[in-house]
């Protein structure tokens, strides 16, 4: 266990500044071992850019780099996002 | 509301503080005004932004700490001694200063009194704070919902919001402290950190399917989340927020 690990909701402005909804009620499935958790479930690890890990195997989700006017959104590891539309 | 609430990009408010309330030693109450706060549901969060003379930003998520309330929030801080801006927020801001804020954010981690119970809340130290909206929403909407909060804190002295949680304590609220470096010399409360234990003791017991929030430093957070879940609550009922040390 990772004292600096966050989760989720630590970055749910930052989520919904880059998708305009609410983020962390949505469902991401794991593409590695196929778990199903809300984004704010997840592992949230903070360096000079986000990593989301999946809760249940640790595999990387989604990781995010901002800087003032672009996000750059990386999707590894996540098989479904299921978004409240 | 809620709906308004969830969609939509997010614009920064400017934020006039109307109050400052020491809660302990290092923590203090805001209360903030916000025209055109589009309301709020218990446990969300709002970002705060700072900006210094010279153009330099920073921003920081912290917990809303009241219950819905028109264009009125509460943000209870905690001062981190080589923080960036809980020092500012907790020791320079006075009545009339302005700051700017977005919000609010999250879903996840929220209870709406329309949920209903049995509820568990479990918090370690300043984790109490978005538990403690979730409180005031009840006490607000009168519901009677069967509702227990196990509160761990350093002393009884580092107790957040003490006074008002003896006054809440009854009307199906139950308030358990425990008490992990100092007690009072009468004290025959629990004296040590949350183990899986006490939480069976507090109860609801797991048949019940209580909602369960657990908030506080991420090795608390950890340690009662495995342990309510090796004592048979359902993980998709026990909702976590972590707070770290970078959230100075």
């Known amino acids: ?85 | 509301m809620a709906r308004a609430a969830v969609l939509g990009r997010l614009t920064w408010l400017v934020a006039e503080v109307v109050d400052v309330v020491p809660e302990t030693d290092g923590v203090k109450t805001i209360v903030f005004d916000v025209p055109g706060w589009p309301g709020h549901r218990a446990g969300q969060h709002v970002d705060v932004r700072l900006t210094a003379e010279d153009g330099y930003q920073a921003q920081r998520s912290y917990s809303i700490a009241s219950a819905p309330d028109a264009s009125r929030i509460e943000l209870t801080v905690e001062r981190l001694d080589d923080g960036e801006v809980s020092p500012y927020l907790t020791e320079e801001l006075r009545e009339g200063d302005q700051i700017e804020l977005r919000g609010p954010v999250g879903g996840y981690f929220v209870w709406e009194p329309s949920q209903g119970g049995p509820l568990l809340l479990v918090a370690g130290g300043s984790g109490v704070v978005p538990l403690m909206a979730m409180l005031r929403a009840r006490e607000t909407a009168g519901s009677d919902a069967e509702t227990r909060l196990l509160l761990s804190s350093r002393g009884w002295d580092d107790v957040i919001y003490r006074g008002e949680l003896e006054r809440l304590d009854g009307d199906g609220l139950t308030v358990v402290h425990t008490l992990t470096r100092t007690q009072p010399q009468s004290w025959t409360g629990y004296a040590r950190r949350v183990d899986a234990e006490m939480l069976a003791e507090v109860g609801p017991d797991p048949t019940e399917r209580p909602f369960v929030y657990v908030c506080g430093p991420t090795p608390f957070v950890e340690a009662v989340a495995e342990a309510l879940v090796r004592l048979g609550h359902a993980p998709q009922n026990v909702k976590t927020e972590r707070f770290g040390p970078t959230g100075g």
């Open chain 1, 1 to 85: 266990m990772d004292a600096l690990m966050l989760d989720g909701n630590a970055i749910a402005g930052l989520l919904q500044e880059v998708f305009a909804v609410e983020m962390t009620t949505a469902l991401g499935t794991c593409g590695g071992c196929g778990a199903t958790n809300a984004v704010g479930a997840t592992h949230v690890y903070r360096g000079a850019g986000i990593v989301m890990r999946c809760p249940h195997c640790k595999n990387a989700l989604v990781t995010i780099v901002k800087d003032e006017t672009r996000a750059w959104i990386g999707f590894p590891g996540v098989r479904t996002l299921q978004v409240t539309v």
